[in-house]
């Protein structure tokens, strides 16, 4: 145990975190995590589901049936992310020693484009504030840096400072304009609206930006329930201070601040399965904020979120079916044996699972019991789309911890050692990416929820920060589709391209899917 001093304990106890999880924290940067072994990549012939026309409608049907019938839905948003990231090229170029941006740079797409760009008007409002004149007036008179600066730094626009989720994205031409976050709101009362027209949405956002969420709730929803004819029921939730991690030295020893206090850092976005456990919902929809389209570019989107979301009940009413089979029969042999086998047909054929413990040699009693905690977990469909060189992680068959099964799991490159050369040739030869879009049924077959805390995997990465100049090491805790999912039945769908499309800079929302 790591000798605590009182004004540690305090710390750790204000925090919500006990001093046996900080120990494990230490113990992890000492032994580090180990790599997960991969099977094989998920591809359409192996895993990855390709819905044919009669399988889509039949589950446009579920969905409707389901919510037609008081289904209880909600939209997952995780929004807490500064756009600083979006802003990186424009931040070089204003900070940087030429007047002019290089030919063909980001910085010279943005300034060639203003027209095209949602928020010009915005822009040239700050740039009238801050210079006497506006952007297309400081263009001619080649003044890029005051318009570039206009847009990113705090007295201008400050989008360089705001989280996502509240900047202009999208123009329509009726001459209004919509954020990311309002289009998360059109989006959901598409194919999210239950019964009287309700739409429930869950964003998390950070403590610093929490009242600037509620206060663009508080401007917008109006219209937006006029818009579409519903009703919205918005939650917000923070990442908890008992899911930060301990930070340490080079060296692996506490890492402590100029008044000799421990030192935090948040454990990445893995941490909102905290957040997403203490939702109380059947049926899940998990995006990324950023990634949204103007209306008119909106149709595959609503289209597949409806079928993955009937998919995903479809793969429900089979698990339910055999469970039901295999625990009324329990004390008839013959009829057991029979569930067993059509239950384990289902979890290798449908859930693409496979476990040592299912095998024919092993005893019935021994199968049933890993039938039951196979399918008494969380399930998730999850959107795949075909891999055209956009960044995110991928579909694969990896084992398990202990090494007895193998299921779809969702992995970045961090969690594979691409040392060895089999891995290596594997993500060399993956066929699709994660694009984030998950659909997920967080309740038990009672209507009981699932503590999903009990399904994360013990994995993570540890990465290299600084503070004040000092070298620190931070651990950062498994994605919350990656780890934090690790231990749920999974299916894997293909999605065509068109439902992704992130807004990573702001030079993406240049792309034709935001654009009318």
Not at 269 to 290: R, Y
Not at 409 to 436: C, G, R, W, Y
Request: glycine fraction near 8%; proline fraction near 4%; hydrophobic fraction near 40%.
């Amino acid at each position: 145990m790591t000798a605590f001093t009182p004004a540690d304990l305090e710390q750790l106890k204000e925090r919500g975190i006990s001093a046996e999880t900080v120990d494990a924290q230490l113990e992890r940067f000492r032994t580090g995590f180990p790599y997960l072994k991969i099977d094989s990549p998920s591809s359409t012939d192996n895993g990855i589901l390709v819905v044919d026309d009669e399988l889509a409608e039949d589950a446009e049907e579920r969905w409707k049936e389901f919510l037609g019938a008081g289904g209880d839905v909600l939209k997952f948003v995780p929004a807490s992310g500064a756009a600083s990231r979006m802003f990186k090229a424009m931040f070089a170029f204003v900070n940087g020693a030429d007047d002019e941006p290089a030919p063909g740079s980001a910085a010279d797409e943005i300034i060639r484009n203003l027209e095209r760009l949602a928020f010009r008007k915005e822009l040239d409002a700050a740039c009238v504030r801050l210079y006497g004149a506006d952007s297309a007036a400081l263009r001619e008179a080649k003044r890029y840096k005051d318009i570039i600066g206009a847009l990113v730094r705090p007295e201008g626009l400050n989008y360089g400072g705001l989280p996502k989720a509240v900047l202009t994205f999208h123009a329509y031409p009726d001459g209004t304009t919509r954020t990311a976050l309002e289009e998360q709101l059109a989006e959901g009362a598409q194919y999210a609206a239950g019964r009287g027209g309700k739409v429930r949405l869950h964003f998390t956002v950070s403590a610093e930006h929490d009242e600037l969420f509620r206060r663009k709730l508080a401007e917008t929803v109006p219209a937006m329930e006029a818009c579409f004819g519903v009703k919205y029921d918005i939650t917000l939730s923070q990442q908890k201070p008992s899911t930060d991690t301990i930070a340490v030295t080079p060296d692996n020893e506490l890492f402590r601040d100029a008044e000799g206090k421990l030192v935090f850092r948040p454990g990445g976005h893995g941490a909102l399965i905290e957040n997403l456990s203490d939702i109380d919902a059947t049926v899940v929809f998990i995006k990324n904020i950023d990634n949204v389209v103007s209306g008119s570019h909106r149709g595959d989107t609503v289209k597949y979120k409806r079928l993955l979301g009937g998919m995903l009940l479809l793969v429900h009413d089979e698990i339910e079916e055999h469970l039901k089979a295999l625990n009324e029969v329990y004390d008839e042999a013959e009829d057991l044996e029979e569930a067993v086998l059509d239950a384990t047909d289902f979890v290798e054929d449908t859930l693409c699972m496979r476990s040592e413990r299912l095998s024919m040699d092993r005893p019935l009693q021994e199968r049933w019991t890993e039938l039951n905690r196979i399918l008494r977990r969380p399930l998730r469909v999850c959107g795949m789309v075909r891999n055209e060189g956009e960044p995110g992680g991928g579909p694969y068959n990896a084992y398990s911890g202990d090494g007895t099964s193998v299921a779809p799991q969702i992995l970045e490159s961090t969690q594979i050692d691409l040392s060895k050369s089999e891995n290596a040739e594997m993500m060399k030869h993956a066929t699709h990416f994660n694009p984030v879009d998950l659909v997920c049924y967080l309740k038990d077959t009672d209507g009981r929820s699932f503590d999903l805390r009990k399904h994360v995997e013990a994995t993570g990465f540890i990465s290299e920060k600084s503070l004040g100049g000092r070298e620190l090491r931070a651990l950062e805790l498994p994605g919350l589709w990656n780890g934090a999912m690790s231990d749920w039945s999974t299916v894997f769908v293909e999605v065509p391209a068109t439902t992704f499309n992130p807004v990573k800079t702001v030079n993406d929302l240049l792309r034709p899917a935001h654009q009318q």
